[in-house]
């Protein structure tokens, strides 16, 4: 078995962050992904094995504004099932790539689009980043302490969630309609919708009047004292999320606060709930709380650094990091009972790939 999409042809177009997450993803699930990368290399931050945006991908180097190289691109595009492009909008119909270029080969093709602002709006031309687009969807804001700025998390929220995870379903769902119908479709996944649409619940909460629209007055902002993050006696940190009350109650057991703690939703007493439990969890280090709470429904758990969290006992039986040539990554995911996902492939170097593709995709070289 080689993975769920096994079978599927990817032209990628290659770009920063969201566009080659998605093309990664694709390529975990077991499709055939062909990185299209300029002369020179890529564009990628981290070369080698460290580009693992690109790992498992096969690589073919074209200068996109040369007649012959983008007419052998077209030719790659009448076997594919899926292009991707993280262009500005238009710049590929400029190149002579655009959707209607493709469709004329192949009307199957699924046209994958990645931006940050959209294919339309005042701002789909200008230039941006995670951190402006999650800015303007109101997610940004929503995110920090109460009386704090917001803080950033990471590209996580914009780039990888609400952009090329949303692009990955649009062009999944625009596989099956192709089989359905016949005709491809353009799929237009823009960061700032994305990450609006991962705040549905969010809005939904404020619309009933169970959120304020302030940082650190709700139940999921660290405004209540039952979810948040704190010290411990190490300097690191624990983090409680014990939302429903039989997890609370646990949570107080552990701390040895049943019998002091007041209720969980006073909200006036929040302060002093809060207290107690900082009390609590500062006077014993990280490592005493992982072994009070391992196994335990007090949905309490300890932050690990980046280097910590491959080794938590968890995600090393589970086997959610996997290591190639010596780089430690995630493994991928979601997991399949019928067709496993392949093993993660190294990254390409620039054009690696570029004769065996080719040939395996019975594709010519223009005259």
Not at 249 to 267: F, G, I, N, S, Y
Not at 311 to 324: Q, S, V, Y
């Amino acid at each position: 078995m080689a993975g769920p999409l096994s079978g599927i042809r990817v032209v990628e177009l290659s770009g920063l962050g969201p566009g080659p997450f998605a093309g990664m993803l694709l390529a975990d699930l077991g499709a055939d992904v062909v990185v299209v990368q300029r002369p020179g290399g890529s564009v990628l931050t981290g070369t080698g094995r460290y580009d693992v945006l690109n790992r498992g991908k096969r690589s073919l180097v074209a200068n996109l504004k040369d007649p012959a190289e983008k007419e052998l691109v077209l030719r790659l595009t009448e076997r594919a099932d899926v292009l991707l492009e993280g262009f500005r909008p238009g710049v590929t119909e400029r190149l002579g790539l655009g959707p209607a270029d493709c469709w004329a080969r192949n009307p199957k093709l699924v046209y994958g689009r990645m931006t940050g602002w959209g294919q339309d709006g005042p701002w789909s031309s200008m230039a941006g980043h995670d951190i402006g687009y999650i800015a303007v969807t109101g997610a940004l804001g929503a995110i920090g302490r109460a009386g704090g700025p917001p803080q950033v998390p990471l590209n996580l929220l914009g780039d990888f969630g609400g952009g090329g995870m949303y692009l990955v379903v649009g062009v999944l769902a625009a596989l099956l309609s192709a089989k359905a119908t016949g005709k491809g479709q353009v799929v237009d996944a823009a960061i700032v919708d994305g990450t609006a649409h991962l705040a549905t619940l969010i809005f939904g909460m404020l619309a009933s009047g169970g959120w304020q629209d302030e940082r650190g007055a709700n139940m999921l902002d660290t405004g209540a004292p039952y979810y948040d993050v704190y010290p411990t006696a190490d300097d690191r940190h624990l983090a409680v999320g014990a939302i429903e009350p039989q997890f609370f109650a646990e949570l107080l057991t552990k701390l040895d606060l049943a019998d002091k703690a007041p209720p969980q939703h006073d909200t006036a007493r929040w302060p002093e709930l809060r207290a107690l439990i900082a009390e609590a969890v500062r006077a014993q280090p990280l490592s005493h709380w992982a072994k009070v709470f391992d196994g335990s429904d007090a949905c309490a758990a300890p932050v690990l650094n980046l280097t910590e969290a491959p080794d938590h006992p968890h995600l090393a039986a589970r086997g959610t990091f996997t290591e190639r040539d010596g780089v430690r990554q995630p493994a991928p995911a979601p997991r399949f009972s019928h067709t496993p996902n392949p093993p993660v492939g190294p990254p390409p170097a620039p054009g690696e790939h570029t004769e065996e593709v080719l040939t395996d995709w019975d594709v010519s070289r223009p005259a």
